[in-house]
Structures are given as C-alpha cells and as structure tokens.
C-alpha cells in the first residue's frame, strides 16, 4: 500500500469532489478540474475529507494509488488556491510585455517572439522583466513557464536567459588569452 496513497485528502470549504464512472472532478471557487482514473481505483468523500482506496493489492494499482492521490490533492489546491510560476528575464536591452492576449518578448533575437497565452492560464508581466504564470492547473501552468523558459535557456557565462524566479545559474569562467603558454 502506498504510503501517500493512504493519506487523506482535506477539502476546504466550498470544494467538492465527485467520482463517478471512473472520472474525478473536482469544483470550487476558481473552477472545475476533471481527471479520469484508470485501473481498481476508488475515490470516496467521507466528511470534510477525500480519501482514495486501492481496490486490490497488484503492483500496478499499488503504483497508481499514490499518484492519482496527488493529482487529486494538486486539484483541491488548484481550485481553491491555484497555482503560480515566476520567471525572469536577464539580458542587456531584453524586455518582455503582454498585448491583448499574446506575450511578446525581445530577448535578443533579430525580431520580437510572441507567444499565445493558452486557454485557462493567465500571462501577466508586472515589470519589462517580470513574467507571471497562474492558473488552476498545476501541470499546464509548469508547462507553459517551461515553454517560455526554453526560448531562451540561462546561459552560464554571462547569465542571460529567462529563468525561474529564484533559480541560481552557476557562471562558468570565459576563455584566458592563451600567452605564456608553450
């Protein structure tokens, strides 16, 4: 039996869970999350809490018992708190803004790059170097900070790039010139 598995999942208020042919969905304040549950998986509200149960003892529902408790805790939190990403841009003369519903960057290409704010996550930009990622799905708003990030990687010499808020980016040292060597 899975150690996470086995936890119980609390519900805030104003968030219900319901299981019903074999699909999770998940409702609050901030929206609706479905997620499809696929082997001898069962989820049961008991009070204020959300308890997933393994039906038998395989190893592949001993595999999968963990997993679809976090994906439903991520959807609990997700449609009560929701979730957010911070990255940053570090470049000379590099700037990011939003227009309308795309985000156009100049990060040191010869033209600006525009990138099309998905449905159900929300691309705000605070500052010329600020990028902000939100929204109710944990997976899509990872996915989409890691798209803008893999526009322009951190690179170690001199630091440019777009990284995660946070995120240390070990310099390397540039090239020596070389005299006195035989």
């Not at 001993?62 to 439903?72: E, K, M, S, V």
Request: charge should be positive; charged fraction near 25%; glycine fraction near 12%.
């Amino acid at each position: 039996m899975s150690r996470i598995g086995k936890l119980p999942i609390a519900l805030p208020s104003g968030v219900t869970v319901e299981f019903n042919n074999s699909i999770v969905t998940v409702k609050g304040a901030k929206g609706t999350l479905t997620q499809e549950v696929v082997g001898a998986i069962d989820v049961k509200v008991e009070g204020t809490n959300a308890v997933v149960i393994a039906k038998d003892d395989a190893q592949e529902t001993n595999a999968r018992h963990g997993l679809y408790r976090a994906l439903i805790a991520n959807m609990v939190k997700g449609v009560s708190e929701g979730y957010q990403k911070a990255l940053e841009v570090k470049g000379v003369g590099w700037k990011v803004a939003m227009q309308g519903n795309k985000l156009v960057m100049n990060i040191g290409f010869s033209h600006p790059v525009e990138f099309v704010q998905p449905e159900g996550i929300k691309i705000e930009c605070p500052t010329q170097t600020d990028i902000v990622v939100s929204g109710i799905d944990k997976v899509a708003v990872g996915q989409v900070a890691a798209d803008l990030r893999a526009f322009r990687k951190p690179e170690p010499y001199h630091g440019y790039g777009i990284r995660y808020k946070g995120e240390n980016v070990e310099h390397k040292e540039g090239k020596t010139s070389g005299k006195g060597k035989k």
